[in-house]
C-alpha cells in the first residue's frame, strides 16, 4: 500500500487532480491536526516543484526519488498508527489510488514542435475534449502559429 501511495502522489503531480491528491494526502497524514495538514501541504507542494519541467537536471532520478520519499512516509504512517487507526488510514490510503486510477491521467513526454500555417492547426502534447481527467505534458516542443486562423499549442488543450 505504502508503495502505490507514492506512486499515487507522483503521479498526480502536475496533473488537473493534483488539487484534490494534495488535500487527501494532507488529510491522511494530519489525522485531523490543522498544523500537521499544513505542513503535509507544503511537504507535497515541494513535491510538486521538484517534479515541474526543467527542475531537475534528471528528471527520471528525481521522479524516483519522490516516489521513494512518500512510500517511505506512508510506511512510517501506517506502522505508527494503532490496530483501528491503521486499518481507517489504509481504506483512506485506497481511497487516494482509486481516485488517482480513476482520473485517467493523459502523459505528453518529450515531444516535438507543432507548427501550424496559412488557418491550420497543429498540437504536440493532449488534445482531448470533455473533462474530469488529469493531463500533464512535460518537455513539449515549440509552438508556432504563422497566417490568419492559425493555432499551435505546445501542451495541453481541453476542448
Known amino acids: 500500500m505504502a508503495a502505490a501511495g507514492g ?20 488529510a491522511l497524514f494530519g489525522r485531523g491536526d490543522a498544523e500537521r495538514g499544513r505542513a503535509e501541504l507544503e511537504r507535497l507542494d515541494r ?3 521538484a517534479l515541474e519541467p526543467d527542475a ?4 527520471d532520478r528525481e521522479l524516483s526519488r519522490q516516489e521513494g ?25 485506497r481511497a487516494l489510488l482509486a481516485f488517482v486510477a480513476g482520473a485517467g491521467d493523459d502523459t505528453a513526454l518529450a515531444t516535438g514542435n507543432a507548427l501550424a500555417r ?14 474530469g481527467r488529469a493531463a500533464r505534458a512535460v518537455n513539449t516542443g515549440a509552438a508556432e502559429a504563422t497566417g490568419a486562423g492559425s493555432s499551435a499549442v505546445s501542451g495541453i488543450v481541453a476542448e
Open 7 to 26: 506512486a499515487a502522489v507522483v503521479q498526480a503531480a502536475g496533473t488537473d487532480a493534483w488539487y484534490a491528491v494534495r488535500q487527501r494526502v494532507a
Open 47 to 49: 513535491t510538486a516543484r
Open 56 to 59: 531537475a537536471t534528471d528528471p
Open 118 to 131: 496559412d488557418g491550420g492547426s497543429a498540437v504536440t502534447g493532449v488534445k482531448r475534449s470533455g473533462g
Open 69 to 93: 520519499m512518500w512510500q517511505e512516509r506512508f510506511e512510517v504512517l501506517l506502522e505508527s498508527l494503532g490496530a483501528g487507526d491503521r486499518e481507517r488510514a489504509v481504506q483512506d490510503l
